[in-house]
């Protein structure tokens, strides 16, 4: 494993601390009046997604994490495991909802995904900004109910529920936020 300093962390950085995998979120240089200078950072968890403050001092060796990302593409679920192929290698890997976490509720069949892996282990899957799906079963709209920015659940074709305006009907596609999990706009 390569040490850094901590002098040149940046977001986004992946370190290997305690035997786990923490993402840099967010990170401050601290030059007190008094006293030798530190860096307070905020970490995350990247198998739990815990949250951790965390300060070190100012050139402190830290051990960087190698992360290698991949492209593969989601090819079906078999049972409730979902089946993964390597674009460049066609081999495949089966994982499970746990591994995948909240990208479960975004993956549909063919979709291209950047698994994250440390080693041979998946720590993580970067999604796009924003995915089409299609609506499974919505409400139909009731005629005269149309309060400015009223909405109503409506069921994705992966199981996720958002929330969506009334004209959204079954069978239609829409753009969905992978990063908050809400509706954008029709496809």
Same mark, same amino acid.
């Given at each position: 494993?390569?040490?850094i300093?901590?002098? *040149? +962390?940046k977001n986004g950085?992946?370190?290997?601390?305690?035997?786990? @995998?923490f993402d &840099?979120?967010?990170?401050?240089h601290?030059k007190?009046?008094?006293g030798g200078?530190f860096?307070? $950072?905020t970490?995350k968890?990247?198998? $739990?997604g815990?949250v951790v /403050?965390r300060t070190f001092?100012a050139d /402190?060796?830290?051990?960087r994490?190698?992360i290698?990302k991949?492209?593969?593409?989601f090819l %079906?679920? *078999?049972?409730s495991? %979902?089946?993964f192929?390597?674009?460049?290698?066609y081999?495949q890997?089966t994982?499970t909802?746990e591994?995948?976490?909240?990208?479960?509720d %975004? +993956?549909?069949?063919?979709?291209? =995904? &950047?698994?994250?892996l440390h080693?041979d *282990?998946i720590?993580g899957? *970067? +999604?796009?900004?924003a995915?089409e799906?299609?609506v =499974?079963e919505? /409400?139909p709209g009731?005629q005269g109910?149309?309060?400015?920015?009223a909405?109503?659940?409506?069921t +994705?074709e992966?199981g996720l &529920?958002?929330?969506?305006?009334l004209?959204?009907?079954?069978?239609?596609r829409?753009?969905?936020?992978?990063?908050?999990?809400? %509706? @954008? $706009?029709?496809?």
């Amino acid at each position: 494993m390569p040490t850094i300093s901590t002098n *040149d +962390l940046k977001n986004g950085m992946t370190l290997e601390l305690d035997s786990n @995998l923490f993402d &840099v979120v967010e990170f401050q240089h601290v030059k007190p009046g008094k006293g030798g200078a530190f860096v307070r $950072t905020t970490l995350k968890n990247t198998r $739990t997604g815990a949250v951790v /403050e965390r300060t070190f001092r100012a050139d /402190e060796k830290v051990e960087r994490a190698i992360i290698d990302k991949r492209e593969m593409q989601f090819l %079906y679920r *078999d049972g409730s495991d %979902y089946v993964f192929m390597d674009n460049t290698t066609y081999d495949q890997t089966t994982l499970t909802p746990e591994t995948l976490g909240v990208a479960a509720d %975004y +993956l549909v069949e063919n979709a291209n =995904a &950047v698994l994250n892996l440390h080693g041979d *282990d998946i720590v993580g899957v *970067d +999604l796009p900004p924003a995915v089409e799906l299609t609506v =499974a079963e919505t /409400e139909p709209g009731i005629q005269g109910d149309r309060v400015s920015g009223a909405r109503k659940p409506a069921t +994705l074709e992966t199981g996720l &529920v958002v929330q969506v305006p009334l004209f959204v009907d079954v069978g239609q596609r829409i753009k969905v936020d992978t990063r908050s999990g809400e %509706y @954008l $706009t029709r496809a």
